[in-house]
């Protein structure tokens, strides 16, 4: 059912100093800042040759990444996406298996413009897992 891996997202305190790490101590190709929001992030898209790497920098008062960062205040991985041919196909797979989807359980537009939800990280190996229609 799951087939590319989409993105890594990595949660981060100060993106400016992320953004230069991988742009001149790793050598890759970053985008500019784009704020989302609605999803509580600042985001640098980091585009490496198989996939992207995204530096997710909390934005607002009521950011889900605030909370994360105020346990992990080094950073550190936020959640891995995969891509699905068919994201309801896909949330009714797992939700009949037990696996719980984040929110209402309907997709929202993401970070790219696609339907995606996220599944719980106790259900996951203690991973938060986003799922993109492709
Ligand atoms: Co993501």
Sequence with gaps: ????????????????????LY???LGARVSQPLPQPEHGVTVVFVELPNTKIELLEPLGAESPVAKFIARNPDGG???????????IAARDRLTES?????GTGEPRIGAHGKPVIFLHP???NGTLVELEQA
């Design 122 to 124: 106790k259900d996951f």
């Design 77 to 87: 991985i936020h959640h891995i996406c995969y891509e699905v041919d068919d994201i």
């Design 23 to 25: 742009r001149d101590t």
């Design 1 to 20: 059912m799951i087939g590319r891996l989409n993105h890594v997202a990595i949660a981060v305190g100060d993106l400016a100093a992320a953004t230069a």
């Design 98 to 102: 037990g696996a719980r989807v984040l």
